[in-house]
């Protein structure tokens, strides 16, 4: 279907011809909805000349009409969410004696354990084997 006789400027909008043309936008660099540093970009290539979108995802297009007000967006400092990362600030225990920990103790009396275990076993496989060993008898 062709209209005869149509407007074939963009969405209705009358550029005035006394009017200056429009100077490219500046979209401000922002935190988008990940987190992520979207850093600042000018809107001058050929006709997308204003910066449009959300606060949270900008491009730029060629409609007055959509342009994105910068300045209600807040998104600009880092993410209060962002910042779990820290680890809190250590507050030194004065119950707390690193002299009298017993955590290493264990561990020694454990190997020693473990230790003598381990020579009890050989002794006894040695006892064992000379035990079953047939007895020589001296020639002389």
């Not at 006789?5 to 979209?27: A, M």
Request: net charge neutral.
């Amino acid at each position: 279907v062709v209209l005869s006789g149509g407007n074939h400027s963009s969405l209705g909008e009358q550029l005035d011809p006394s009017e200056p043309p429009p100077t490219p936008d500046f979209c401000r660099g922002y935190f988008d909805v990940m987190g992520q540093w979207d850093p600042p970009f000018n809107c001058s290539s050929g006709e997308f000349i204003f910066c449009c979108g959300t606060c949270g995802f900008r491009f730029c297009c060629k409609f007055k009409k959509t342009r994105l007000d910068q300045s209600t967006c807040t998104n600009y400092e880092t993410p209060l969410w962002m910042n779990t990362g820290k680890p809190p600030s250590r507050i030194d225990d004065p119950l707390h004696d690193p002299t009298r920990d017993k955590t290493n103790l264990i561990v020694y009396i454990i190997c020693g354990v473990v230790a003598v275990m381990v020579l009890v076993g050989i002794f006894t496989k040695l006892g064992l084997e000379k035990a079953h060993r047939p007895q020589r008898e001296h020639m002389s």
